[in-house]
Antibody
Framework: QLVESGGGLVQPGGSLRLSCAAS????????MHWVRQVPGRGLVWVSR??????????NYADSVKGRFTISRDNAKNTLYLQMNSLSADDTAVYYC????????????WGQGTLVTVSS | QSALTQPASVSGSPGQSITISCTGT?????????VSWYQQHPGKAPKLMIY???NRPSGVSNRFSGSKSGITASLTISGLQAEDEADYYC??????????FGGGTKLTVL
């Protein structure tokens, strides 16, 4: 399973680091993604990292580019999302997902962690 | 990175078939055969139902099928069952090396 953690309440302009720990399978062979969802709204893709996390291996939605950084530690079987300069628009449930079925789809998802940006 | 276009809602009776459309552009749906579909029940994480346009992951019922023509992809659910009632999202890889989701479609089983 994939288990997200690190969500919570943060003030505008603040930072937060999300983690996604895998158990029962190894993430090292898979592209990994972060997807967010405002409660009651649709899914929004946030970021992707390829299997080894090397140079040029990350991609971001325009809305988070320059503020969010995706990374992974395959030895710890964990995915991360460093979120800086947070605003109310970043309030959402954040899901991590693994491309376990194909490179281009998100085959396995965590249960999500809620990030609330508010003063 | 505009969202793919899906109908807000569709409905059908048990046993019937329904189709959900997903319209993109020549930079996403029309450019690649990398469309996937996700089912999400209230309060739950999304679940992959179709990948790479028309492939079913292991364990997904063969009542679910996908197709694509030009810039529009479709998800068809045959033999509707009460448990199919959920939100459905399409997604596509894009030429910007990003992914984009549709706005979601709420399926009601009457």
């Amino acid at each position: 399973q994939l288990v997200e953690s690190g969500g919570g309440l943060v003030q505008p302009g603040g930072s937060l680091r999300l983690s996604c720990a895998a158990s029962g399978f190894t993430i090292s062979g898979y592209w990994m993604h972060w997807v967010r969802q405002v409660p009651g709204r649709g899914l929004v893709w946030v970021s992707r990292i390829n299997s080894d996390g090397g140079s040029g291996s990350t991609n971001y939605a325009d809305s988070v580019k320059g503020r969010f950084t995706i990374s992974r530690d395959n030895a710890k079987n964990t995915l991360y999302l460093q979120m800086n300069s947070l605003s109310a628009d970043d309030t959402a449930v954040y899901y991590c997902a693994a491309g376990t079925v194909s490179y281009w789809s998100l085959g396995y998802w965590g249960q999500g962690t809620l990030v609330t940006v508010s003063s | 990175q505009s969202a793919l276009t899906q109908p807000a809602s569709v409905s059908g009776s048990p046993g019937q078939s329904i189709t959900i459309s997903c319209t993109g552009t020549s930079s996403d749906v029309g450019a690649y055969d990398f469309v996937s579909w996700y089912q999400q029940h209230p309060g739950k994480a999304p679940k992959l139902m179709i990948y790479d346009v028309n492939n079913r992951p292991s364990g997904v019922s063969n009542r679910f099928s996908g197709s694509k023509s030009g810039i529009t992809a479709s998800l068809t659910i045959s033999g509707l069952q009460a448990e199919d009632e959920a939100d459905y999202y399409c997604s596509s890889y894009t030429s910007s090396i990003t992914w984009v989701f549709g706005g979601g479609t709420k399926l009601t089983v009457l």
